[in-house]
């Protein structure tokens, strides 16, 4: 599968962005979507992932402020992203997990940048 993240750019803090990922298969198959952000000389870490159920979770500085949906008939994942803060500025990576019984499997996309300004 191949994952195109989108939306990114910059804005400036107190605003809001949408970020797309697009799917090039049915993302039924995967167990999570999700989008991990990577600042620079920061390891990457989780925003928001999403079960193919629906059930959703945050990492505790985005708590509130982010909101991660899915559209199964489009085969994408957003993030919509409000308040942002220039904490927030790093690249940000589409993920899908499949998870099989004695292993994960891990797809990303390319990365889109989030620049936010003070």
């Known amino acids: 599968v191949q994952l195109q993240a989108s939306g990114g750019g910059l804005v400036q803090a107190g605003g809001s962005l949408r970020l797309s990922c697009a799917a090039s298969g049915s993302i039924f198959s995967f167990n999570a979507m999700g989008w991990y952000r990577q600042a620079p000389g920061r390891q990457r870490e989780l925003v928001a992932a999403i079960t193919s159920g629906g059930v959703s979770n945050y990492g505790d500085s985005v708590k509130g402020r982010f909101t991660i949906s899915r559209d199964n008939a489009r085969n994408t994942v957003y993030l919509q992203m409000n308040s942002l803060k220039p904490e927030d500025t790093a690249v940000y990576y589409c993920?899908?997990?499949?998870?099989?019984?004695?292993?994960?499997?891990?797809?990303w996309g390319q990365g889109t940048l989030v620049t936010v300004s003070s």
């Open positions: 993920n899908a997990r499949r998870t099989a019984t004695i292993a994960t499997f891990d797809y």
